[in-house]
Each structure stands twice: as C-alpha cells, then as structure tokens.
C-alpha cells in the first residue's frame, strides 16, 4: 500500500480533471455502478467522534475514517483527523492511503466547478465568495479555471479575507475585499458560501439569474441561506439522502422535497431555465471514490 502526502494528494488532483471524474460517478450511482452507504457515527472518549463513510463501484472502493478531537488544538493537533483508504474490491487489498483533509477540500471545490459548469446560466464574470477557510481556498482555486473578471471576498475577519484575496491574485485573479456581502450580491453571477455560520450569511437579494453554491452548513441546525431565498429558487443538491438528512438551509426553509432536483438530473437533463439557482452540497463518499479512482488511474 502506498501512503500519499498531503501534497502528492493534492497534485494528483487537479480541479478540472476531477470535476469530469465526479460527473462520471454522478451517472454512475444514478445508474447503480456506484454505492455509497449512510455514515455511520461513534461517540469516542473526551467528547472525541468518529465517522466512517465508504462507497464503492466495480473495482474500487473508499472508506473514509473521519476523528473530530475537540480537546486537540490544547495538544498541538488539528481537531479534525482524516485519511482515505482506498483498496480493491475483488481482492480486498489495500491499495492507496490519501490524506482526508486534502481529498475533501480538493472533491468538494470539483463538485462545485462541476455544478457552476451545469448549473449557471452563463460562465461567471463577477463572483461573490463567503468565507475565507480551507473550503473557501479552494474554491478560489477551483473557479480560478474558469478566469471569472471579478471575486469578491467576504469574511468577518477581514484580516483573513485578505489573505485569501493575497492568494486569489497569486492565481492572477482580479481580487477585492468588500465589508459586506450585501454591497455586491445582486451584482454577481456566483455566490459561494463557505462559512461555519450557524444563521444566514448569504444576502437575501441576489440577481434573478444568479447561481449560490453553499457548502458551509452540513447539520440540520445550520443554515447559510435564508428561507426567502430558498423558496423562490431552483434548488439542486449533491444527493437527496444526505440533503434530507443534514442540508441545515433547506429544512429550516420548509423545502418540497418534491421540486428538489439534483445534480445528476442536471447532467443528464441539461441545465435549469430560470433563476435563482441554489446548488446545496453536503457531501458523500461518493466524492471521495471519485477522487480515487482519479488518482488510481480507473
């Protein structure tokens, strides 16, 4: 078995390539080649949880072992530990270890390029990004394959907001920080958002034919999007299972599950006509087989 760093992981994974990967598996769990059972979550000691999430299609499979430690950073450690293995699922041999906190940043930005590539009404000019963590990076450096005219960059501490716009134009992006996103949301043809709030952060006047991609809230009690916004968009998820069971901004609002498409039905369908758009993503194995099967060459 061969153990990537974090750097080898990220290198192997260039955001275009896998954003095509990803469309693959999207089709190819729509059409059964690819499963990707519920996560399972345990209560580990110290107020310490760990996650479990594998999927699997012909000829390989992932198991993603997640560790939340929130006595960690007092020890000097990161409070989320992951790591992906990937084995053959006809002999069971380990084949690759992918560092997990590289693999989901870089699989979540891929999903999203993919969704702005299907799901916006034109290439995006002006962007609007919400947030300045690791989700909100890479991003950035995912859109910047698209060479949008214009992001904005928005956090509440603006000194990180700026580090990010700093990185943003070292990919030769046209960047600007902005106090509050209300001041350009209605400008923009994009809005991503990629915080850790709790309440909506996402102004509630966008323009009519504006794509949102949130990937912020992945708890029930979480909810970048406000519930007027929600209502009067086209809404598309990642998968249904997991939006029903964690997708924060779309229970809150009191969504018809009935008119909630996803990005498979994007893909096979073709784009929406009309707008608002909101893509909401909360993840799933699923991306992270997409990821392996990228770096393992299937």
């Known amino acids: 078995m061969k153990i990537l760093s974090a750097t080898t992981t990220a290198a192997l994974l260039p955001y275009e390539a896998l954003a095509g990967t990803l469309a693959r598996v999207v089709l190819d769990a729509r059409a059964g080649r690819a499963v990707a059972p519920e996560r399972t979550v345990h209560p580990l000691p110290e107020g310490s949880t760990l996650l479990l999430m594998p999927a699997w299609d012909e000829r390989l499979g992932v198991l993603k072992r997640v560790s939340v430690h929130p006595a960690n950073p007092e020890r000097g450690l990161a409070q989320v530990q992951a790591e992906v293995l990937v084995f053959d699922v006809r002999t069971g041999e380990a084949k690759l270890l992918l560092d997990g906190a590289v693999v989901t940043a870089r699989r979540t930005a891929a999903l999203s390029l993919l969704a702005v590539q299907r799901l916006a009404a034109k290439p995006p000019e002006r962007v609007l990004v919400l947030g300045a963590g690791t989700q909100a990076r890479a991003h950035l450096e995912a859109l910047s394959t698209l060479r949008p005219g214009r992001v904005f960059v928005y956090n509440r501490t603006f000194s990180r907001a700026a580090e990010l716009a700093a990185h943003g134009r070292k990919l030769g992006l046209a960047m600007q920080t902005v106090p509050f996103p209300?001041?350009?949301?209605?400008?923009?043809?994009?809005?991503?958002?990629?915080?850790?709030?709790?309440?909506?952060?996402?102004?509630?006047?966008?323009?009519?034919?504006?794509?949102?991609?949130?990937?912020?809230?992945?708890?029930?009690?979480?909810?970048?999007?406000?519930?007027?916004?929600?209502?009067?968009?086209?809404?598309?998820?990642?998968?249904?299972?997991?939006?029903?069971?964690?997708?924060?901004?779309?229970?809150?609002?009191?969504?018809?599950?009935?008119?909630?498409?996803?990005?498979?039905?994007?893909?096979?369908?073709?784009?929406?006509?009309?707008?608002?758009?909101?893509?909401?993503?909360?993840?799933?194995?699923?991306?992270?087989?997409?990821?392996?099967?990228?770096?393992?060459?299937?």
């Open 182 to 298: 209300d001041k350009v949301a209605s400008e923009v043809d994009l809005i991503v958002s990629a915080t850790s709030s709790a309440a909506p952060v996402v102004p509630e006047e966008v323009a009519d034919d504006a794509l949102i991609v949130a990937v912020g809230a992945f708890t029930p009690r979480m909810a970048e999007l406000p519930a007027t916004l929600v209502k009067r968009s086209r809404v598309f998820v990642d998968t249904l299972p997991g939006a029903r069971a964690e997708a924060g901004d779309l229970l809150q609002a009191g969504v018809d599950w009935a008119q909630v498409r996803t990005l498979g039905d994007a893909l096979e369908e073709g784009p929406p006509v009309g707008g608002p758009v909101v893509f909401k993503s909360v993840g799933s194995a699923l991306w992270d087989l997409a990821a392996a099967r990228l770096i393992y060459g299937t």
